[in-house]
């Protein structure tokens, strides 16, 4: 039974690779980056936010609204390219799945900024921002 299993990746592997040829290697990295931050994310949240409360505490900076830790994900490709910490009323921040980042230069090139938007919905397609939700922490990802 092993056997078949194996012949049959190792098949798929094949047919995958001649099927796709635009596909590079850095294509697969990318691919298996962005999985492996939202497998992250959602396993580490509760932790990430817990440490980070404990942070902003240490220094006398702590909230007291609730916090909750969720991916973020870049307008237009809808990749995962790490995590945020959200802050407000406990409804809305149960509300809020992600936080949409949306990148733009200003004066030319002299400024690179970075909107990040609290939203309802981890479907980049069909979302509505959550008014009221703040982002108190960004969380980047070593992969």
């Known amino acids: 039974m092993k056997k078949k299993i194996v012949a049959a990746m190792l098949?798929?592997?094949?047919?995958?690779?001649?099927?796709?040829p635009n596909v590079t290697?850095?294509?697969w990295t990318?691919?298996?980056?962005?999985?492996?931050?939202?497998i992250?994310?959602?396993?580490?949240?509760e932790p990430l936010n817990n440490f980070i409360n404990t942070l902003t505490a240490k220094?006398?900076?702590?909230?007291?609204?609730?916090?909750?830790?969720?991916?973020?994900?870049?307008v237009g490709s809808g990749t995962y390219t790490g995590a945020a910490q959200v802050t407000g009323p406990q409804a809305l921040v149960d509300q809020t799945k992600a936080v949409l980042q949306i990148e733009g230069n200003f004066s030319g090139n002299q400024f690179r900024v970075k909107a990040l938007?609290?939203?309802?919905?981890k479907n980049v397609?069909?979302?509505?921002?959550?008014?009221?939700?703040?982002v108190s922490a960004q969380i980047d990802v070593k992969i």
């Open 59 to 74: 220094h006398a900076v702590s909230s007291d609204y609730a916090t909750k830790v969720v991916p973020i994900i870049v």
């Open 30 to 38: 990318d691919l298996l980056k962005v999985g492996g931050i939202s």
């Open 117 to 121: 938007i609290p939203i309802d919905s």
């Open 25 to 27: 290697n850095a294509g």
């Open 125 to 134: 397609t069909n979302f509505s921002r959550v008014q009221g939700v703040g």
């Open 40 to 45: 992250l994310v959602d396993k580490f949240s």
């Open 11 to 20: 098949a798929l592997s094949v047919v995958s690779a001649v099927s796709a």
